[in-house]
């Protein structure tokens, strides 16, 4: 019965953030495009726009400055970031890391 419980959850973009760790909304939307193997995107509810946690993680760091310089060429410029979950998963992973490619 708990198993049923968490399969009708609706899969809305509020819940996909959260299940991202509280990435960027606009590209979780990306993630719809067939960029995620199994990616499930149920309905169209815009989420709220005040996401207490995400206003907590933004109140302690400057965002990087923009460059005019741009990648030609694959990982030739590659972006990460190393992110708290908050919490430690059952297999004692605390931290992921994403990496984008310029």
């Given at each position: 019965e708990c198993a049923h419980v968490g399969s009708t959850l609706p899969l809305d973009l509020e819940l996909w953030h959260r299940r991202f760790f509280h990435y960027n909304l606009s590209d979780v939307k990306l993630s719809k495009n067939r960029l995620v193997e199994g990616f499930k995107l149920d309905s169209s509810a815009k989420p709220d726009p005040v996401c207490e946690p995400c206003l907590g993680g933004k109140m302690h760091a400057n965002p990087f400055p923009s460059s005019e310089t741009r990648a030609f060429e694959i990982l030739e410029?590659?972006?990460?970031d190393v992110h708290d979950t908050g919490v430690i998963s059952p297999s004692g992973?605390?931290?992921?890391?994403?990496?984008?490619c310029d």
């Open positions: 410029l590659v972006h990460m992973y605390r931290y992921w890391i994403p990496f984008i």
